[in-house]
């Protein structure tokens, strides 16, 4: 699986789009780009995921480069509750090892009011 | 709506200790993966399981072991605790099919070795 950068920390004020980046420049291309994301020291929670296409759901909007090599998942409005670690994760849906993958340190993202 | 479920939620243990760390899921997943995260880090996979009885190695597996007698069960095995070992320890599952899908975690073990 490919590895990712992310900033470690970013702000953003509550009622704003929180834009976080992540690049993955080695990407290849059967590999998925994930978002998660952990609040406080509970279980990481999953956001959206994508291959090649903008995807949007209920929670977030994942914006993915023509080249793919880098990602930005986006907020569209932030609140408090959205202070948490974010994990960029890139993944291949092929072989056998499913989730098997890296979760390096992520972006902490603060919301302040 | 049970999804993972990790017990004891925090453990304290003497070095030198064994302890098993549980996990269960009932969405019926084949694949079962065991994390540790210490303090500031991201999580480190420990080992995984692709189905009952079949288990393989992580990134970081000296110092623990697996079982996986059935789809639901994947507990984690500390034999002689050591203080390197003090971490948050996350089981997860997910379908292990070709398309891609998303793992589910359990809420944590948070686990003291002094």
């Known amino acids: 699986d490919a590895k990712t950068t992310q900033p470690p920390s970013m702000d953003c004020a509550e009622g704003r789009a929180a834009n976080l980046p992540c690049n993955h420049s080695?990407?290849?291309?059967?590999?998925?780009v994930y978002w998660y994301r952990q609040i406080h020291s509970q279980g990481p929670q999953y956001i959206i995921h994508?291959?090649?296409n903008n995807e949007t759901n209920e929670m977030a909007s994942l914006i993915i480069t023509e080249d793919r090599k880098s990602s930005t998942l986006i907020l569209p409005h932030a609140t408090l509750r959205d202070t948490a670690v974010y994990y960029c994760i890139v993944r291949s849906s092929r072989g056998t090892g499913g989730f098997k993958t890296i979760f390096g340190a992520g972006t902490r993202l603060f919301v302040k009011a | 709506n049970a999804g993972v479920t990790q017990t004891p939620k925090f453990r304290i243990l003497k070095i030198g200790q064994s302890m098993t760390l549980q996990c269960t899921q009932d969405m019926n997943h084949n694949y079962m993966y065991w994390y540790r995260q210490d303090p500031g880090m991201g999580l480190k996979l420990i080992y995984y399981s692709v189905g009952a009885g079949i288990t393989d190695k992580g990134e970081v597996p000296n110092g623990y072991n697996v079982s996986r007698s059935t789809t639901e069960d994947f507990p984690l095995r500390l034999e002689l605790a050591a203080p390197s070992q003090t971490s948050v320890y996350f089981c997860?599952?997910?379908?292990?099919?070709?398309?891609?899908?998303?793992?589910?975690f359990g809420q944590g073990t948070r686990l003291t070795v002094v």
């Open positions: 997860a599952s997910s379908y292990g099919t070709p398309t891609n899908t998303e793992a589910f």
């Open positions: 080695t990407i290849s291309g059967n590999e998925y």
């Open positions: 994508g291959l090649k």
